[in-house]
């Protein structure tokens, strides 16, 4: 059975593959797994049979043969699993390849999502101006231990895993900051990631339900 992911119907980055679908999208895309999307609005998703599938009524989301999940850590570790090329076949590389999944969604994350809630929601403040120094400078550090390990290597750790999707999906998130311009090795990692034809492919996809929505406004 073709599995079924969520998305905006209306995503707020205006289809720059900013919205969490990217990354359900991009590892279907890597294994070959066809999918169907079906798209929600804001309000959709806070109606009781979308938090049936999503308890904070949010996207995306994941439905395949009666299984139900949701966060995009589990989904995209779920594709991996299941399908050939996003995790090593050998047992410790495998390891190591979710402790990338886990160190970019709880480690490389969190600040840089700190970065978002300060620009988007904090901006008014009459702290906002301390503030975002600080974040950045927390950043900064994430940033810096990251490029140290990546050296010049293309990936974290042998070939492209499923480490490197969320990696780069979490990355590409300060695409507009400059942030990423001080760490050479980091912003040429984004680009690789994104040349990936399996990338360019899920993005194609996104994009083209912003540019459908807008035709249609
Ligand atoms: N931990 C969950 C996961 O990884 O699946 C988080 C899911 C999540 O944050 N979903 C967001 C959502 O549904 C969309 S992706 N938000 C609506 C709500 O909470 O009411 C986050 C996102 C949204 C928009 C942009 N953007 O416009 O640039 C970027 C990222």
Redesign the pocket.
Known sequence: MIPTITAFAH???RGRG???DMRVRWALEEVGQPYDVRLVS?ED?KQPAHRALQP?????TYEEDGLVL????AIVLHIAERHAGLLPADANARARAISWMFCALNTMEPPILDRQVAIFMEGNESWHEQRLPKVDGRIRDRLGELSIRLGDADWLDGDFSAGDLLMVTVLRRLNMSGLLRDYPNLDAYVTRGEARPAFRRAFAAQLAVFTAASAGD
């Open positions: 995503s707020p980055d900013q919205a969490r804001f998703m904070f009524g949010q996207i995306p949701f966060e995009t850590g």
